[in-house]
């Protein structure tokens, strides 16, 4: 499950973005395969929120073409990335702290008994169940699943909207910053889960300023300077110094790919 | 509380390594009574005034009494029942009040030449209308819904107003009021209706994804977007159906009273609001139930018409009303920190 597969799972090629006169991202190209945790890095600016926005649905490429498998998709929504199993864990988390730790987890996709109209009734039980089994399988201990969540730490809050991104059987799961609010050993935890949630096959793209956190986890490093793909290597072959100064621009003359 | 999330590295576990049983085991029975606590301190409260009142004056206890002051509370409470939902959600309607009033001078109009059913029928479509314009408005333009229903309430009286010349709508037929005075097993129509719809707003409100959706949205809008819940058709949707609560309330106190006057409403909206935050519907959204609602409405009914009754001045209704408010959510917040501070007692004694 963890080869990575011969086909990508997402291909972003030679995208463009531009706001207003500004070009957020210049022609990135980018394939992120299952099972595989790429690492973006760059500095504030550098396109890749923009990047992930894009394939999340929430912005269109100007230019350049995005694949999903052999579909192409240019102008995604949403609700039509979700579909397509693009899942976003974000630097806040985006959790209701007034519902308990079950209901955030099934949130959007609650298990439903039966439907009268627009109505669906929930299956409260299996909700619980489902949540539960999702929390355990991201080593979340959270005693009372139903109490709302505003009590709990960034480490069980961190795991909630893991295991809430997982719910939905996704192909691609991007974590935006995710250790930004962390101490230390919640990092640690974070990173291998990151890890984890790779090796059931996944697509990972890690989001991240912090270079040890990158070298950690990533398999491949991508570097975005000016909205502009300035290094592509696998991890195990790339030095820190190198990554460091392709972000800082002292290697603009080798962009990849 | 276990922090094995933060503290230490997970520990892979099986998909059925924790059993789905110990998801509820850790629920105590406290934790799970909780939320009926403040329930039922509302209808403690209602049964002492209710006991207060009926010791001076036992006439009030009567069964043609308590019709009578059901039936005032029916109409606030379909109101209520739409508010609730909204501010769950995180809006508000500033403008039933002023609705309720167009639609009971509309429907009564209509009454005049149209088929009765036909003019009811329009005038809860009037509320539906005006309730999806409201909730288009608040959508589209980004400031808050208390000032954009400020701006409809005002320009909906006016409209009242204007069609009505500042006269009350008379000469209405007598088959258009024979549903508003009808009763059921001795009970008012309205009555019914207000119970009725209580029901389904709870059921709705706890039972089902629409009603989870909308206490999701009162927390954070932002993580109801992010994993794909049709946020603006859930907004629009709860503006709509106060809408046609309201027309529903407008359209039964035309018939009841057989006739509509132009200042049916006034001040509805905040008798209305007092009545939701009392009956534990955070004002921020997120929290409430219809119950605590329903039992919130009936005590204030009940404050307004046991003064009376105790031949005190009717001014102090008011008063007593607010302070009710204020005593209520003073309660919840000391409740809530008390919460806090044993739970930090808890969490100093378990870790030394």
């Known amino acids: ?180 609010a962390l101490g230390s050993r919640q990092t640690e935890a974070t990173l291998r889960l990151i890890r984890r949630v790779a090796e059931r096959g996944v697509a990972a793209l890690l989001i991240s300023h912090n270079l040890d956190d990158v070298f950690a986890v990533a398999d491949r490093i991508v570097a975005l300077r000016h909205g502009r793909p300035v290094f592509n290597e696998l991890a195990g072959n790339a030095l820190r110094e190198t990554v460091v100064a392709a972000m800082t621009g002292l290697l603009t003359e080798r962009t990849v790919p | 509380m276990s922090a094995r999330a933060g503290g230490q590295p997970p520990v892979v576990v099986a998909a059925d390594a924790q059993s789905p049983a110990s998801a509820t085991a850790g629920r105590s029975w406290r934790e799970r009574l909780r939320p009926y606590a403040r329930n039922g301190g509302l209808a403690l409260t209602l049964a002492i005034v209710l006991g207060v009142v009926g010791f001076f004056r036992p006439q009030y206890l009567s069964r043609d009494n308590l019709i009578v002051v059901a039936l005032q509370v029916s109409f606030v409470g379909m109101a209520a029942i739409g508010t609730a939902y909204l501010i769950i959600s995180g809006s508000i309607d500033l403008s039933i009040g002023s609705l309720f009033a167009l639609v009971g001078v509309s429907s009564a109009m209509l009454a005049r030449s149209l088929h009765p059913a036909a003019a009811m029928a329009l005038g809860v479509a009037l509320g539906g209308a005006v309730g999806w314009i409201n909730g288009a408005l608040a959508w589209r333009i980004k400031l808050s819904p208390l000032i954009i229903t400020l701006a409809s309430m005002s320009i909906i009286r006016g409209v009242v107003l ?60 932002a993580a109801c977007e992010a994993v794909g819940i049709r946020v603006r058709r859930l907004r629009w949707g709860a503006f ?87 005593g209520a959510v003073s309660l919840d917040q000391f409740s809530h920190e008390a919460r806090d501070r044993f739970r930090t007692m808890l969490a100093i004694r378990e870790r030394g």
């Open chain 1, 1 to 180: 499950m963890s080869m990575p597969a011969p086909q990508p799972l997402v291909r972003c090629l030679a995208i463009s973005k531009y706001f207003g006169g500004v070009k957020a991202l210049d022609g990135v190209t980018l394939e992120l395969y299952a099972g595989e945790v790429v690492a973006l890095v760059g500095d504030n600016g550098a396109g890749k929120s923009t990047l992930v926005r894009i394939l999340a649905g929430f912005y269109h490429p100007d230019q350049g073409e995005l694949w999903f498998g052999q579909q192409r998709v240019d102008a995604l929504s949403p609700r039509q990335a979700r579909a397509l199993g693009v899942e976003t864990v974000h630097q806040h988390l985006l959790l209701c702290d007034n519902l308990g730790a079950a209901a955030n987890v099934v949130l959007g996709q609650e298990p439903t008994v039966h439907r009268l109209g627009p109505l669906k009734f929930l299956d409260h039980r299996r909700g619980r169940e489902e949540a539960a089994r999702r929390l355990a399988e991201v080593g979340a201990s959270i005693s009372d699943l139903a109490t709302p969540i505003r009590q709990l730490s960034g480490g069980q809050r961190q795991a909630i909207a893991i295991a809430r991104a997982l719910a939905a059987s996704p192909r691609l799961v991007m974590f935006d910053e995710p250790t930004a």
């Open chain 2, 162 to 221: 204007l069609l009505t010349d500042g006269y009350a709508v008379r000469g209405v037929p007598r088959e258009f009021a024979a549903l508003g005075q009808a009763r059921v097993c001795g009970v008012p129509s309205p009555v019914w209706m207000f119970l009725l719809l209580a029901a389904v707003a709870h059921v709705v409100l706890s039972r089902t994804t629409v009603g989870q959706h909308l206490l999701a949205l009162g927390g954070n809008q």
């Open chain 2, 240 to 326: 709509t159906a106060n809408g046609l609560v309201v027309g529903v309330a407008g359209v039964l106190a035309a018939s009841r009273f057989g006739s509509a006057n132009p200042s049916f409403g006034t001040g509805m909206e905040l008798d209305v609001i007092t009545a939701v935050i009392l009956g534990g519907v955070a004002f921020t959204g997120g929290e409430g139930n219809i119950p605590g609602v329903v039992l919130a409405v009936t005590l204030l009914g009940i404050i307004n018409s046991g003064i009376v009754a105790l031949g005190i001045d009717a001014d102090y209704a008011e008063v007593v009303k607010g302070a009710a408010l204020l």
